[in-house]
Structure formats: C-alpha cells, structure tokens
C-alpha cells in the first residue's frame, strides 16, 4: 500500500534581530517613527511661530461667508456662502478640466501615434510636425496663445459665429442643453446599471473565449447594454424632453449651455500639449512589438487596421500604461496653471482666500491635499488596469 505525501509542515517565522523579515519590519517601524516625528516638530513649531508673531492659524475661517463671486461653477454657489463652499467649486473646476483633458488627451495622442506608422507619408509627417512643435512650447505660453486666440480674435457675444444653435464668441461657447429635472438622475441610474450588466457580459464573455477559444464580441453589446439602460431610467422618470435653446440676443448669448473661454482656453491648452507626449508613448509602445507580429497577422489575411487593432496595440498596451499614468499627472498637476488666464480653479480659490484671511498655509495644505488625492487615485486606477492587462503566466 502506498501513503500519500505529508505536506511539509509550514516554516516558523523567527521574530528576533537574526531574521531578515524581523529586522525590515523593525526598520520600517523606524522610519514612519521618525516621519512622524520629523513632521510634528514642522507644524509645531510653525504655529509656535505664527503665534508668537500674532498671526492666525488654524481651518476655522472655512466656515465664514467667503465674500466673492465665483464666475464659473458646477454645483449651485453666492458669494454669502462659506469658504468651504468655495473650495469645493474651485476642486469641481478642477476635475471638470482634469477628467475632460484625460479622455481628450487619450484619443488624440493614440491617433497621433498611430498616425506615425502610416503609409502615407502626408500623414506621418503631419504626425511628427506636430509632436515636434506643441512638445517644444511651454504649457504656459500655450495656455495664454489660446486665451488671446478666443478673447481677441473671436466676434463680440452680440454677433457670434453660429452653427445651427451652437453659438461661438468671445463670451464662450453657447450650446443647447437639457433642462434637468429628477427623470434625469433616473436615466443616470438607468446608466449605471446597464454599465453594471455590461460589466458582467465580460466577464462572461472572457470565460467563454478561455474555454473555446472563439473572440467574442464585447464592444457593441456593453454599448448596448449601457444605451438600454439610459433608455429604461429615462422612460422611468417620464421621458423628460425639455430643451434649454440659446438665443443670440444684442449683446450676448442667453440661454442654453455655455462653457466659458477660460475653460475652453484651459483645455485646448492642456490637450493639445499632453497629446504630443502621449503620441511618443505609444509609438514607443507600437515600435516595441517584434515585426514578426505584424508579419505574422498579415499572412493570416488581416487588414492593415485590423493588425493594429487585434493585434499590435494589445501587446503594446503592456508597455504604454506606465508612462501613459506620468501623462495623465502632468496634466492633472499642470492644471493648476489655469490661475494664469483667470479660470477659477482650486488654485485660484485659494489664492483668493489666502488675500481676504491671511491663512496662508492652511489655503496650501488644501492645495496639497487636493492634488495629491488625485493624482494618487489616478495613480491607484492606472495601477489597478496596469495589473489587469499584464501578460498571465500559467
């Protein structure tokens, strides 16, 4: 008779400064001591000095009336609002720039890689010419070039270029919008849960591609299924139809939707500057697959698109996604250049509220806090796709 195999008992950590694990979990300890240390005695002794000079410290004044009208906001705000308040806004500003500017810089920058590898040569020099000039410009001057661009050259508000309802001006530009009403959360809703649903046909499908080996089709029916659920949340909240329509009127555009030109400055800035270092990184990402993959597709009767699309950009995502999330920070983190061109910012609130309170380092530490929240759930997202579309060893 034959007696399977014992399992080996598990081996017995040995905590004392002859292990190896002991002493880095000692010396970790350490260091976050020291940190911490190090970090009390700053902010210490800083308000010890702030008080003996007579200078006011401390996050109270986020209760008070803020005093100033904020000219571009998402979420309701009047100037008898506290600081609080305020802040919030301007953090609104700014992840309205940050998530519109990221979506925008993908797009562009992944067609303008692409674009290096066509065939055509009108294309790929048009590609480099770009990449070479808009890289090579600081960001500020950019942001400033298309500031003056949209307030001087642009027509007064009393006579915009027009495009059916769309309406283009040096006051912004004006479009038809919605009339919210609570049937539009509904639709929202209704999004969601066909994103939820859409999530879940993945995650089937991938399984059934494992287990067959067929590709199948997850794009149109995810789309599908999000539109459906629009759709449902919409008929849901009584089909609201209402329709803000923008008039032109003698001395401005009233009505409708408008983005201002500081926001339009801001993005068009940002975008069209982060878009030529994206262009680089996948081109490097493309330039890193073996010939032999292209060669390969080919002779299996796929299309030039079709190889780029199936094949190539697949294996270069694995070497794009890291210095793709660099992109996504810089430009998360050169937003806050937009104090330059008088786009009201968390920055630009808080340079504000720095001149009407005195509290300096509190308005900073806000500063602080709000990009590096970003910029660390940004991180934390990239990171967690990074993981995702790493190649599986089995």
Known sequence: MSTAPRTPPAPKREWSLR?????????????????????????????????????????????QPAGFDIGER?????????????????????LRVAIVGIVLTTVLGTLLGVGRFSS??????????YVEVFRNIPIL??????????????????????????HLSKGGLSFPAPEWVPGHAWMLLGAVAGGVAAWFWCQAAQRKFEATGK????????????????????????MPSEWRIPEVGDVAVTG????TPEFIAVLLGLVLYTASFVAEVVRAGIASVPRGQSEASGALGLSTGQQMRL?????????IIPPMTNQYLNLTKNSSLAVAIGYPDVVSISNTAINQTGRAVECIAIIMLVYLTTSLTTSGLMNWYNTRSAIKER
């Open 256 to 259: 409708g939707g408008e983005v």
């Open 74 to 94: 998402l979420i309701p705000y009047e100037s008898s609002d506290p600081y609080w308040k305020a802040f919030l806004v301007g953090v609104a500003n700014t």
């Open 311 to 319: 094949v190539i950009l697949p294996q270069a995502l694995r070497v």
């Open 19 to 63: 292990s190896k694990a002991a002493r880095g979990v000692l010396y970790q300890v350490i260091a976050i001591a020291l940190i911490v240390l190090v970090a009390w005695f700053l902010a210490h002794n800083t308000l010890q000095n702030m008080r003996v000079r007579g200078i006011q410290s401390g996050f109270d004044f986020l209760g």
């Open 215 to 238: 590709p199948p089709r997850k794009f149109w029916p995810s789309l599908a299924l999000v539109v459906i659920g629009a759709i449902a949340g919409w008929a849901a909240g009584g």
């Open 141 to 166: 001057l950019q942001l400033l070039v298309w500031y003056l661009v949209l307030t001087e050259l642009l027509p007064d508000a009393g006579s915009p270029v027009s495009i059916g309802h769309v």
């Open 120 to 129: 055509n040569a009108i294309v790929r020099g048009l590609c480099y010419a």
